[in-house]
């Protein structure tokens, strides 16, 4: 089994960093690989909705950032988990940007696949960034690997997520419970409406 764990925060050793390698660690001491991509601080691009993808799909059609090469490592993985630092209430645009990107041109090989999401904050917002974050999975058939609390751990200054210890645990939890998925499962992605055409309804009549 193996595990992607996108770090979305620009600073690559920071609080963010600090709450997923504690994911990481209890991930790997149950004998999960797991793997840790920092999304970095060069530019990301928004999607443009060119719809490039679904002519050529697996890959966004702009391949001058780091979505593509994220998005070819799901093909690779079981599971994920994504961490962001908290903007204005929201995650990272720069991760969200890659999400958003990859699962729309690379859907197919993330979903289905338990997943979560870690927000880490200096104070508030966290609520709402978590929620974002997870919005995405439940459009990708992807189960949620839940934890004894809101998957948040607070600091402001590098390193300080250390001294959140109900945070960590937290984090510690969320490992377990993910270990717990994937071991149930076998690794196996979940079947969503399996061999149902997308019925694409809309209300303008």
């Known amino acids: 089994m193996k595990v992607l764990i996108i770090n979305g925060s620009p600073r690559k050793n920071g609080n963010t960093s600090v709450a997923l390698a504690e994911v990481a660690k209890t991930l790997e001491a149950k004998g999960i690989e797991t793997e ?49 630092p908290v903007y204005y209430g929201q995650p990272n645009g720069a991760l969200l940007s890659v999400i958003q990107r990859s699962f729309h041109s690379n859907g197919d090989a993330i979903q289905g696949k338990p997943a979560a999401a870690v927000a ?43 001294l959140d210890a109900e945070g960590l645990q937290t984090m510690r939890a969320l490992a377990n419970n993910l270990a717990f998925l994937l071991e149930a499962t076998g690794g196996k992605p979940s079947p969503g409406a399996e061999g149902e055409d997308w019925i694409p309804t809309h209300f303008i009549r």
């Not at 060069?42 to 391949?63: E, I, S």
Request: proline share 5%.
């Open 120 to 162: 880490v904050c200096r104070r508030g917002g966290s609520s709402a960034a978590f929620e974002t974050l997870n919005l995405p999975f439940m459009m990708m058939n992807m189960p949620i690997a839940t934890s004894q609390y809101w998957n948040i751990v607070f600091g402001r200054e590098p390193g300080q997520a250390a």
């Open 36 to 84: 840790t991509v920092w999304i970095g601080t060069k530019p990301v691009r928004g999607c443009a909705a060119c719809g490039a993808c679904k002519k050529n799909p697996g890959r966004c059609v702009f391949d001058d950032d780091i979505c593509n090469r994220i998005s070819a490592k799901y093909s690779e993985c079981d599971g994920l988990v994504v961490g962001s």
